[in-house]
């Protein structure tokens, strides 16, 4: 249901394209593959040119999240199962396991920095009763440092969620869930800062120009969930502006994540609904420039997560955690212009061709992977790869926030 007409196209007149990034990017290398990752411990490599799998590697428990360097040649996967301490590393061009290193109690989302040196990990378990930040170097594979945080309150849950990079590299933005604070790591100095934040936080994003962070935090039964964005130009990084979820016919309710549109006009925030109950179907969009509302979308997937960039801009696609229904949003209509009905399970991840014609997007209960035709809007071709429950990112292209891509 959209908003007055006239309030979206006063915010499309309103907010141009963001300024270019002031930190010179190194160049991002697309493989000729897509790497699927799933639960039980497996990575599964897909030549993209004749579609077929062309490798099968151990990983291990929880393994469903990774990152590729920006030359392309390797990718970084977190066990974040039970009982898991490793980050393994994968070489993409001899397709096999190039190094194990143990990082801490369960690794969540090891991530590449912009400048392609660093992996910062994020960690699900305490070690020691302290939320362990570990920076590998991507030159030897070695483990350059560990900052362990200090926290107060009892865990619930797991205790960190997803990080992202500053655009020079030189910061890591990580989340404390226990004492519900956005950590800073200055890998200058190695020096940290904590904000708190109203609830539960899950997402942080860089802008496209690098001036500010926007935050998404899930919300509870006193805050509803919404934005931070603060501001990365002063030392202090002040608060500029906060942003809630319309939530609008909404009886699941939880925040989960949010990426800038590929112009960096709009940021799309998703309402998954908790985990008890994964029926969030709502994606609201912010202007980047405004601060404000300008549009919201009901999908028919439920507990909507992610929304992908496709390389042009064009179109989002929605995943979820509820059902088996790809969404794409047509960016400039700001409408669902398709709802895909894909394999017997929730849709998980999406990763796109560079040319943005076909994405591959995996399916949690098939295991599977399904190529997708953009253009036609249907699916072309099913790819056996696990056969079994527990399909977890399919990733290509370096990226620092995984449902944007590289920006020309």
């Known amino acids: 249901m959209p908003l007055a007409e006239g309030l979206l196209g006063q915010a499309r007149a309103q907010s141009a394209s963001p300024n270019p990034s002031p930190f010179p990017q190194v160049p991002v290398v697309w493989p000729e593959v897509v790497v699927q990752l799933h639960a039980a411990g497996s990575a599964y490599i897909v030549d993209t040119r004749t579609d077929s799998l062309v490798a099968t590697l151990p990983t291990g428990k929880g393994a469903t999240l990774g990152s590729t360097t920006p030359d392309g040649k390797k990718v970084y996967v977190s066990n974040a199962g039970e009982g898991e301490t490793e980050v393994v590393v994968i070489d993409l061009e001899a397709k096999r396991v190039a190094k194990r290193i143990a990082t801490g109690n369960r690794p969540k989302h090891g991530l590449v920095s912009p400048d392609g040196r660093l992996v910062g990990v994020n960690h699900w378990g305490l070690d020691g009763g302290k939320l362990r930040h570990t920076f590998i170097r991507t030159q030897d594979d070695t483990i350059v440092r560990v900052v362990d945080l200090e926290v107060s309150g009892t865990p619930r849950g797991v205790t960190s969620m997803h990080n992202a990079w500053s655009l020079d590299s030189r910061l890591f933005f990580a989340v404390d869930r226990v ?18 934040v109203p609830s539960a936080p899950h997402y942080p994003v860089p802008s496209p120009d690098g001036r500010e962070l926007w935050l998404v935090h899930e919300g509870n039964e006193s805050v509803k969930p919404g934005v931070i964005v603060y501001d990365l130009t002063r030392p202090e990084m002040p608060v500029v502006a906060r942003m809630e979820l319309p939530l609008i016919g909404e009886d699941a309710v939880e925040a989960h994540h949010g990426n800038f549109s590929q112009d960096g006009r709009y940021f799309f925030v998703t309402n998954r609904g908790p985990g008890s109950k994964l029926a969030g179907r709502e994606v609201a969009v912010f202007s980047a420039a405004e601060k404000r509302l300008v549009y919201r979308t009901t999908c028919a997937s439920t507990g909507v997560g992610h929304v992908y960039n496709s390389p042009d801009g064009r179109y989002a696609v929605v995943t979820n955690y509820g059902n088996n229904v790809l969404s794409i949003l047509d960016i400039e209509q700001m409408k669902v212009v398709k709802d895909l009905v894909i394999g017997s399970g929730r849709m998980g991840h999406v990763a796109f061709t560079p040319d943005g014609r076909y994405f591959y997007a995996s399916n949690d209960k098939d295991g599977n992977l399904f190529k997708v035709d953009l253009w036609r809007m ?14 977890g990112q399919v990733l290509n292209v370096w990226t620092n926030v995984f449902e944007e891509l590289p920006r020309s």
């Open 378 to 391: 249907r699916v072309v071709k099913e790819i056996r790869t696990a056969n079994a429950p527990g399909g």
């Open 179 to 196: 004492d519900n604070r956005l950590v800073v790591i200055d890998t200058q100095d190695w020096s940290v800062r904590t904000f708190a």
